[in-house]
């Protein structure tokens, strides 16, 4: 499994928005799940012009849920204006 394959793994389709960047069932965090794949094909530009991609998580409760890039956790330690380090929308 390839999390920046051009093509969506089957188990996307019945995956539910996120809000809380969490699984919507159980809670676990997505450092807990147990597939990946990012949507880097349509990019979506926020009110601050930022690009943004959805991020989808086959969870190991047997759920799938998306979040939206932007709205990951920002890291302990790390300054809030700074994009997460592997987030796809940061300059490297």
């Keep these: 499994m390839d999390a920046f394959s051009q093509?969506?793994?089957?188990?996307?389709?019945?995956?539910t928005h996120a809000f809380?960047?969490?699984?919507?069932?159980?809670?676990?965090s997505s450092r807990e799940a147990e597939r990946v794949w990012l949507n880097r094909r349509s990019p979506v530009y926020g009110s601050d012009s930022r690009?943004?991609?959805?991020?989808f998580y086959h969870c190991?409760?047997?759920?799938?849920w998306w979040?939206?890039?932007?709205?990951?956790?920002?890291?302990?330690g790390a300054r809030a204006d700074t994009p997460y380090p592997d987030s796809p929308h940061s300059e490297l």
Excluded at 60 to 64: D, E, L, P, Q, T
């Design 7 to 15: 093509t969506p793994p089957d188990w996307t389709e019945a995956a």
């Design 20 to 28: 809380g960047f969490i699984c919507p069932c159980c809670g676990a």
């Design 51 to 55: 690009r943004k991609y959805q991020e």
């Design 60 to 64: 190991k409760c047997g759920s799938a």
């Design 67 to 76: 979040a939206w890039s932007t709205d990951r956790p920002t890291p302990p």
